[in-house]
């Protein structure tokens, strides 16, 4: 029988929980690592038949995470599974203001969630499964602020650089190996969520590109969660996902 597994962190709300939900009607099982448990979505799960494991996880402690996720790879029977994916998706934005204005505390959560978990749960990911032969992918979930400076994002626009550049790193490292897994830093687009609400409600005097990001939703242009969601699975359903290590689903 054919049996995909995938790990994703943030599927409570916004695009991650519309990719779980999209995964378990695919029959995939589903390990979710959120900041809470989703009900409906074990109800989903149930429903179709397949597995839905949800750890209640804060990212700003992806040590935490990481040593639980090595574990639990550990105790999987690795012959069991055709694929297995992780998908960091997990994302934090500060509050739209000046690196200056920005207490540490806050920019050191920012870089643990958006950056530190995303490496430390690939390492685990990838060295936990490096014995499989199912087909092993990465897809990190970046965004075109890691592409383009922006005032008042320097903390989020670097995290999301970072991903990038360690995914370009990733690929070149697993390219040589045996099974290596396929690694993509994939940016989804614009979408309609809590993050583009923080955007568009931030204080001008702060954040020159507020018109810009006002603009987006008052002309229709940003995809609802749902349709990013079948637009970023289509392109890790892909035969030659991995073949550009940093891509943008719009491409």
Same mark, same amino acid.
């Given at each position: 029988?054919?049996?995909? =597994?995938t790990?994703i962190?943030g ?5 991650g929980l519309a990719? #779980? ?5 695919a ?7 959120s900041?809470s448990?989703?009900?409906s979505l074990?109800?989903r799960?149930t429903?179709?038949g397949?597995?839905?494991e949800?750890?209640p996880?804060?990212?700003a ?7 639980r996720?090595?574990g ?8 069991s599974?055709?694929s297995?994916?992780l998908?960091n998706? &997990? ?14 505390p806050e920019l /050191?959560e920012?870089?643990?969630?958006d950056?530190? &978990?995303?490496m430390?749960?690939? +390492?685990v990911?990838l060295?936990g499964?490096?014995?499989?032969t ?5 897809l ?12 008042s994002? #320097?903390?989020?626009c /670097?995290?999301? +650089? ?12 697993e390219a040589?190996?045996?099974?290596g897994a ?5 940016a989804?687009?614009v979408?309609d ?10 204080? &001008?005097?702060q954040?020159p ?8 939703k008052e002309?229709g ?5 749902a349709?990013? +969601?079948?637009r970023? =699975? ?10 550009n290590?940093? +891509?943008?689903?719009?491409?």
């Amino acid at each position: 029988m054919t049996q995909h =597994l995938t790990i994703i962190t943030g599927a409570s709300r916004g695009m991650g929980l519309a990719m #779980a939900e999209q995964l378990i009607d695919a029959g995939h099982d589903l390990l979710c690592m959120s900041r809470s448990h989703s009900d409906s979505l074990g109800q989903r799960a149930t429903a179709k038949g397949v597995r839905c494991e949800q750890w209640p996880q804060d990212l700003a402690r992806a040590d935490v995470a990481a040593l639980r996720l090595e574990g639990w790879l550990a105790g999987k029977d690795a012959t069991s599974f055709t694929s297995v994916t992780l998908i960091n998706n &997990a994302g934090l934005l500060p509050r739209v203001a000046p690196l200056s204005a920005i207490p540490a505390p806050e920019l /050191a959560e920012v870089l643990r969630v958006d950056l530190e &978990a995303p490496m430390l749960l690939t +390492a685990v990911f990838l060295r936990g499964t490096q014995s499989w032969t199912a087909h092993r992918k990465v897809l990190n979930i970046s965004s075109g602020l890691g592409r383009r400076a922006m005032a008042s994002q #320097a903390a989020y626009c /670097a995290a999301k +650089a970072g991903m990038d550049h360690f995914s370009r790193c990733v690929a070149l490292e697993e390219a040589g190996r045996p099974n290596g897994a396929k690694v993509c830093s994939l940016a989804p687009g614009v979408i309609d969520t809590d993050m583009q609400v923080q955007l568009r409600s931030a204080d &001008a005097g702060q954040f020159p590109d507020v018109g810009n990001f006002v603009g987006l939703k008052e002309k229709g242009m940003l995809s609802s969660p749902a349709e990013a +969601a079948a637009r970023v =699975l289509a392109v890790l359903a892909r035969p030659d996902f991995g073949s550009n290590p940093v +891509a943008d689903v719009r491409d």
